[in-house]
């Protein structure tokens, strides 16, 4: 029983560590999975360390949109710093700032907003941030939209 036990630990020893070697080998995919996960200071040092701040992931998702996602502003800011593209957007055109606005992330919305986001952009669906923010709920979001120059038209047309 010792020994079988102590070969288990070998096994979990030998595959955590390939398992880290292989994150150390992919800077891209550590990126994105420190972004998805809001590990902020992961995200920086592969940052600082050269990963691409416009990596992708299989689906087409960028860094910038999956940390949008858990409303990670300071991942977001430093994946901006690092140079990701703003309005960079997912296989579905999503963008960093339609993700913000629909889960109602106000405070990133306005960074995004400030680093230079079109807030009239659409995804393939037709929807723009201020659409998805107002199908949410979320006025106080829809209100920035607007105030940074969103147009409602859509908007207007699905309250009627």
Do not use: C, W
Not at 9 to 25: E, M, P
Not at 33 to 51: F, H, I, P
């Amino acid at each position: 029983m010792k020994r079988l036990l102590s070969s288990l630990l070998l096994t979990v020893f030998v595959l955590l560590a390939g398992a880290a070697h292989a994150v150390v080998d992919d800077p891209a995919r550590a990126l994105l999975t420190a972004a998805a996960a809001g590990r902020v200071q992961a995200v920086e040092d592969l940052l600082a360390a050269g990963a691409d701040a416009n990596a992708t992931n299989g689906a087409g998702r960028p860094a910038i949109v999956l940390a949008a996602y858990r409303g990670n502003l300071r991942s977001v800011r430093a994946l901006l710093t690092a140079g990701a593209t703003v309005d960079a957007a997912d296989g579905q055109g999503d963008t960093a700032l339609m993700v913000a606005a629909a889960f109602g992330h106000g405070r990133l919305v306005a960074l995004l907003i400030a680093a230079g986001a079109d807030v009239n952009l659409k995804n393939s669906a037709g929807k723009s941030a201020l659409s998805r923010a107002t199908l949410a709920g979320h006025q106080a979001v829809a209100d920035t939209l607007t105030a940074a120059g969103a147009t409602a038209d859509e908007a207007k047309e699905k309250a009627k």
